[in-house]
Structure formats: structure tokens, C-alpha cells
């Protein structure tokens, strides 16, 4: 026999739990009851449910064999309704794990956005907290924030998440309960032109915003692979290293393509790239199947793009040092030393963007996602406000990048030879 749930609270966990008890084979819903009157009666038309009038009300239903309170602000009622309920089961469901601290990052990130006219920022939460933080935190005026439960297209989100992946195991059931998830609703909006953009990461890990943005938004035409780079700001100079976030073995091919990519994203910045494939070798002195990978990267690009100023492969402070190219290697290309750097692969960027980012005192941008079909950009989960706020803008120009693209063939075409 399916138990009967009595349902406390109307906000975000409870259009979650209702769903949840919808989807379930052995529970239903009874009726809802929260103090606002309208929201419940909202809630019970929405869950084809009973909108009861009071606490005492639920209690005394028959047809009530479980309370379930899924508002933080119900929590203090358990013990009392435990004691009143007469053998009913007493559920209090936790709110979503996102620290306040979290929270406050994004909020203010956002605020700064549309203050100083960067981005129109969509957050994706329950509107009450976010409205209620914001208050705390002295932010002014409104911020768009969607509920994914509630929006008015999320039946629409769902089957369509299901038609892209019902071949991959996943029940219209399932994709219901994937698409309330923010990493999987947020590229959904892409998708669907309800936003430019998709930025997450500060409550994920990497891999759970690379993973579904990917399977729904795809790669851009003519790319086989997505790769990550960073903006390495000094002093005096700007250096783009490339993949430290994605690739953890690259083969020639696929370096070639990163390494074009990455000059294609470097123009988009207005620099001219010049870029050195990295190795332990300087031109032919190691011979290693290692260095004969990087050396056949370089032959590819140059083959695709001879348009690209490269070379390689070559040790890093060959790159980047430019006497050490003009005394050495006078027949290089990169004469005056090069701006972006390709390595050879995940392990050998990661440390060496970290190293210089905690020892050497650059200040590291990224990373910027790049090849996929739209502008999807993820953060790193200690990034700061400044940190959200330039991976914004980024996607914003990325997203710009991408309308031109299409609205001008030729340029896919240009793209399409990565």
C-alpha cells in the first residue's frame, strides 16, 4: 500500500519532494500546508493535492499517513507535530547543501554584473533565499532567479533532455528528475534560447559541469575535442597556457587542435598569438617518442593554419625567454618569445599554472572552456568574486563570438579547419 504524505512548506525542497513522491511507485500526496494561503493553494493546484488550512487540519486526516517538513523555517514544528501525530511518521528533509559563503560569492558576482552593465546574470535557486541573502548582504534592486521546478518551460526542458539522451539509458522519469539539477538545467536554457550563457562550478566539481553541458550542448562543428586555458597574468605580460583542466594525454592530432583553438581564443582578446609547443626537448636534441608528438602537432598546424605563428617543440624558457631563441635559435619563428604556450599535456600545465600562480605571483583567469557548441564556462570552487566576475565576461564575449559565427558561414568554415 503506497504511504500517504502530508507535505509542510511550498518553497524549492518541497516542489522537489513532491516530484520525487510523484515519480515513486509506492507514495502519494495527500495535501500541503504552509502559513502563506496562497502559496499553498498555488502548490496544491500545481501537485494535484489538497491545500489544508491548518496544522491540526493535516494532522487529523486519515488519509495522512506521513508529514514530511521541507522548509528550514518548519523545522522547529517537528517535535510538537512528533508529539501530536498520533502514530503519524515525522520527516524533516534538509535544505540544499550550498554553504552561505558560496552563496554570498555568487550574489555579489552577479550584482556586480548587472550594476556595471556586463551581463543580464540568471541565478538558479529558490527566489525566497536568494532574495533574503541578497537583503543581508546590502545588494540593491531585483536579481532574476529561477527555480528550475517552476519555471514555466520545464516540462518542455524535460523532454527534450529525454529525446537527447533516451538513447543512453535514461527514462523519461529519470530525465525529469536530472533536469531540476542546476548543471543540467542551466545548459538547457542555453539550448533552448532562454539564455547566452552557462557558468557553474563553484558547488560542483569540474567534471559535473563539464559532463551534462557537453551532452546537451555539444561541441562546435569541426572540433573533436574541448580543451581548457588560462590567462596568466603578470606585471608586465599576459601568457595563455593550454590544457591544464581537460586532456589528460593528448595525441598530436589532438594537440594540433588545441593549440589552434587557443590562438583562435587569444585573437578574440586582440592579441596576435605566438605560440610554442612545449616539450623537454629544443628542436630535435631529445629524440623520444614524446618529443616526436609535439613535433608532429607542430607540422599539423602549420599544415591547417599557415596563417599561425608557431614552433616547437621547445623547452619552456626557450619560449619565453627571448635571447635564449635569438642567440640559439636564430631560424625559429618566434623571435621575441611567444604568448601562448601548448604543453604536451594535463599534468605538465596544471602544475605549472598552479606553481606560478601561488609562487611566481601571476594572477590566473580561467579556466576558459573551449570547443564547445555554446558559451559554457565552469569556475573553480574557491574562486572569488573577482574570479566569477572575469569567467562572466569571458562567456559573454565567448557567446558574442559564437552569434557572429553564425550569422557569418564563412566563419564556421574557418573554425571547421581545426
Not at 13 to 41: C, F, M, P, W
Not at 60 to 70: G, L, N, Q, S
Amino acid at each position: 500500500m503506497a504511504v500517504r504524505f502530508g507535505m509542510v512548506g511550498c518553497g524549492m525542497i518541497s516542489n522537489l519532494h513532491a516530484r520525487a513522491i510523484a515519480d515513486a511507485q509506492d507514495a502519494t500526496l495527500t495535501g500541503v500546508y504552509s502559513r502563506s494561503l496562497e502559496k499553498t493553494q498555488a502548490f496544491s493546484q500545481q501537485h494535484g493535492c489538497r491545500a489544508f488550512a491548518s496544522l491540526e487540519q493535516m494532522l487529523a486526516d486519515p488519509e495522512v499517513d506521513a508529514i514530511t517538513i521541507c522548509s528550514p523555517s518548519g523545522a522547529h514544528l517537528a517535535p510538537a507535530l512528533a508529539a501530536a501525530a498520533a502514530g503519524k511518521h515525522i520527516i524533516v528533509e534538509k535544505p540544499l547543501e550550498i554553504t552561505t559563503e558560496r552563496c554570498d560569492k555568487i550574489i555579489r558576482a552577479a550584482a556586480r554584473l548587472r550594476d556595471e552593465g556586463l551581463a543580464q546574470p540568471i541565478l538558479l535557486g529558490d527566489p525566497d533565499r536568494v532574495t533574503s541573502l541578497a537583503q543581508k548582504l546590502g545588494v540593491n534592486g531585483q536579481l532574476t532567479v529561477i527555480s528550475p521546478e517552476a519555471h514555466p518551460r520545464f516540462e518542455e526542458y524535460v523532454h527534450r533532455y529525454w529525446e537527447m539522451r533516451q538513447r543512453k539509458g535514461v527514462t523519461l522519469r529519470e530525465a525529469r528528475k536530472l533536469v531540476r539539477q542546476g548543471n543540467v538545467f542551466g545548459p538547457l536554457m542555453v539550448a533552448m534560447g532562454d539564455a547566452d550563457a552557462f557558468v557553474a562550478g563553484l558547488t560542483y566539481h569540474y567534471p559535473e559541469v563539464l559532463r551534462p553541458a557537453l551532452q546537451v550542448l555539444r561541441m562546435r562543428p569541426g572540433v573533436t575535442k574541448v580543451a581548457g586555458l588560462y590567462l596568466m597574468v603578470f606585471d608586465d605580460k599576459v601568457y595563455f597556457f593550454t590544457d591544464p583542466t581537460v586532456n589528460i594525454e593528448p595525441t598530436a592530432e589532438e594537440l594540433a587542435e588545441i593549440a589552434i583553438m587557443a590562438a583562435e581564443r587569444v585573437r578574440m582578446f586582440g592579441i596576435e598569438p605566438r605560440v610554442a609547443m612545449l616539450s623537454f626537448s629544443n628542436f630535435g636534441s631529445t629524440i623520444h617518442p614524446q618529443t616526436e608528438k609535439v613535433r608532429r602537432a607542430v607540422e599539423l598546424v602549420r599544415e591547417r593554419r599557415p596563417d599561425l605563428i608557431i614552433d616547437g617543440e621547445m623547452q619552456a624558457d626557450t619560449a619565453v625567454v627571448p635571447e635564449i631563441l635569438e642567440q640559439e635559435y636564430p631560424f625559429s619563428v618566434l623571435q621575441g618569445g611567444a604568448n601562448v604556450l601548448v604543453f604536451p599535456d594535463l599534468a605538465s600545465a596544471n602544475i605549472a599554472y598552479k606553481l606560478l600562480q601561488r609562487l611566481g605571483g601571476a594572477q590566473a583567469i580561467g579556466p576558459i572552456l573551449m570547443g564547445t557548441g555554446k558559451s559554457v564556462h565552469v569556475l573553480q570552487r574557491g574562486d572569488d568574486v573577482d574570479d566569477i566576475v572575469n569567467i562572466a565576461c569571458v562567456a559573454v564575449m565567448d557567446a558574442q563570438e559564437l552569434e557572429r559565427a553564425a550569422q557569418h558561414p564563412e566563419m564556421q568554415e574557418m573554425a571547421g579547419r581545426s
